[in-house]
Nanobody, 130 residues
């Protein structure tokens, strides 16, 4: 069974940092594009960042560009999202997802579309508040 498990969420003050992890079980992440998405109450799920299987291509939403960094450690079967300079607007449940069917095109100018990812984690809450 393909599973993704997110961790690293929590409560942080504005300007603080968190590092989210996305670990896979039941499959090897190295073959798949991985995306980080978030959903705030009353809002649609949006793409935050995604990374190609090789790690050579990434995309960031404009709202997080320069503050968030996506990376992958294929040896550890894990993808990370380093989040710096967090703002209250970043408060949401964060999900990682894998594209096991090869639909996603990861490029600097190509948004991360939730519909292109088919294996999802359960989410981790990130709350930015003073």
């Amino acid at each position: 069974q393909l599973q993704l498990v997110e961790s690293g969420g929590g409560l942080v003050q504005p300007g603080g940092s968190l590092k989210l992890s996305c670990a896979a079980s039941g499959f090897t992440l190295r073959y798949y594009a991985i995306g980080w998405f978030r959903q705030a109450p009353g809002k649609e799920r949006e793409g935050v960042s995604c990374i190609s299987s090789s790690g050579g291509s990434t995309h960031y939403a404009d709202s997080v560009k320069g503050r968030f960094t996506i990376s992958r450690d294929n040896a550890k079967n894990t993808v990370y999202l380093q989040m710096n300079a967090l703002e209250p607007e970043d408060t949401a449940v964060y999900y990682c997802a894998a594209d096991s069917e090869g639909h996603a095109v990861v490029a600097t100018l190509s948004p991360c579309w939730p519909s292109e990812y088919d294996v999802w984690g359960q989410g981790t809450q990130v709350t930015v508040s003073s």
